[in-house]
């Protein structure tokens, strides 16, 4: 079994970690998604401290880049990450778990922008934390399986470092 095939074997397991096989340098999709996934939450995590802060114009404000940034992040996955690993795996499963999931991220910002046109701070937290729980999950997945899938399936260091230029490009947009 390749390693792209074994990894999609082992979705949904939450016991796997990360694995490097003799890369020359650290360049991976692995570091340059899960920095993005890191700088992204943590934009969440202040959007929620202003709701419950009482301050739900700066709240709204701050949600508008944290959309923006994230619906960039989910485009690199799904217009460039997704097809190669695809292509990479000859394996579609773990990639359409993946847009359903991103389809409910979608959904689930559409209902707090809608929310903050006419703020309740209840309702708008419990949006709010319903996303972080569903990013979290999401992003675990992708983090142990696709994103190492990805970085093994890649054994020049050339070909993973053009990939990775093409996802930096994609989420400076
Ligand atoms: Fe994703
Ligand atoms: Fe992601």
Do not use: W
């Amino acid at each position: 079994m390749s390693s792209v095939a074994a990894k999609n074997h082992e979705f949904g397991c939450a016991c796997h970690g990360n694995t490097t096989t003799g890369r020359q340098t650290d360049v991976t999709v692995s570091a340059c998604l899960e920095r993005d996934h890191h700088e992204i939450d943590a934009i969440l995590n202040d959007v929620e401290s202003l709701v419950r802060r009482g301050e739900p114009s700066a709240a709204a404000q701050l949600f508008g880049s944290f959309r923006t940034r994230l619906q960039r992040h989910i485009e690199a996955e799904e217009e460039i990450l997704f097809p190669l690993y695809e292509q990479l795996s000859d394996h579609d499963g773990p990639t359409r778990v993946m847009l359903g999931e991103h389809a409910e991220i979608r959904r689930l910002m559409a209902t707090i922008a809608e929310g903050f046109q006419r703020p309740d701070i209840t309702q708008l937290l419990e949006a709010i934390r319903k996303l972080a729980r569903a990013l979290s999950v999401h992003n675990m997945k992708e983090e142990r399986v696709l994103y190492p899938g990805t970085d093994d399936a890649l054994s020049l260091d050339a070909e993973r470092e053009a990939l990775v230029a093409r996802l930096r490009e994609h989420l400076a947009q």
